[in-house]
């Protein structure tokens, strides 16, 4: 991975617990957040006695080269966002300024718990579609804004491949959003799913509070109910 070839941009904690209807219960088990970025999910639950792992290819970096890469495109994705803004619901973030401040909180929250988190295995560089974690090591898996989202860079063979290792080292997977960055439902979404009930595991899509990106109301479940 060239660090040139990657846009960090990271939600925060609440935005997870709402994306993925995150319940008390649910934070209390162990997790893995992959391809978590520079998101702060990590640092806050942590912080809050949870266990989570993240998992992303981007952790190759040290902090001072990702910190240097989010000032370098930030104004980039804002300016791509005012462009666009019309595919956005501002409700719970109101406006473009309040996303940036938002936004950069988030990742600066996670930059100052990064080499700290990589020291003691909570930032592994990892990429789907192979983790080097056991089976059912986690009991919970998430995954935002990679899987779905970026439906024309990553196919649909890749697609079942990286569900099929989530749900190897998960009992349980959530994915949000499903829809591809042009707001459309993704394409791989249905031939993931048959392909995962074919294989014998329990999957649904279930409807979240979280809504930014304009028709993203669902987040996928596949659980091995076999554990
Ligand atoms: C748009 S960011 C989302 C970050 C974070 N999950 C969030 O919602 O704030 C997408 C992330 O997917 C990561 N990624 C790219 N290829 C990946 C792969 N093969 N396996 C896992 N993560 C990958 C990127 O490095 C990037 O951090």
Not at 88 to 98: A, L, P, R, S, V
């Amino acid at each position: 991975m060239e660090l040139t070839s990657v846009v960090p941009w990271g939600r925060s904690f609440s935005e997870y617990q709402a994306m993925f209807s995150l319940s008390e219960s649910d934070l209390t088990k162990t997790i893995l957040g992959c391809g978590d970025g520079p998101a702060s999910f990590n640092a806050e639950l942590t912080k809050a006695a949870g266990h989570i792992i993240s998992v992303d290819p981007v952790y190759q970096f040290n902090s001072q080269q990702i910190r240097s890469r989010i000032e370098q495109v930030y104004p980039e994705v804002m300016s791509q966002v005012s462009k666009n803004s019309d595919d956005f619901i501002w409700k719970t973030i109101t406006n473009i300024d309040e996303l940036g401040q938002f936004r950069m909180a988030a990742m600066e929250n996670f930059l100052n718990d990064y080499e700290l988190g990589k020291e003691t295995g909570r930032y592994i560089e990892a990429s789907l579609p192979i983790l080097p974690f056991k089976e059912a090591e986690f009991e919970l898996a998430l995954c935002s804004h990679y899987l779905f989202l970026y439906s024309e860079q990553v196919d649909q063979s890749q697609h079942i491949l990286a569900m099929t290792e989530l749900c190897r080292v998960a009992n349980e997977v959530r994915v949000y959003p499903l829809l591809a960055l042009d707001g459309s439902r993704s394409t791989h979404l249905e031939p993931t799913i048959s392909h995962l009930q074919e294989s014998g595991f329990d999957v649904s899509l279930q409807t979240v509070k979280y809504q930014f990106q304009k028709g993203a109301t669902q987040m996928l479940v596949v659980k091995n109910v076999q554990s």
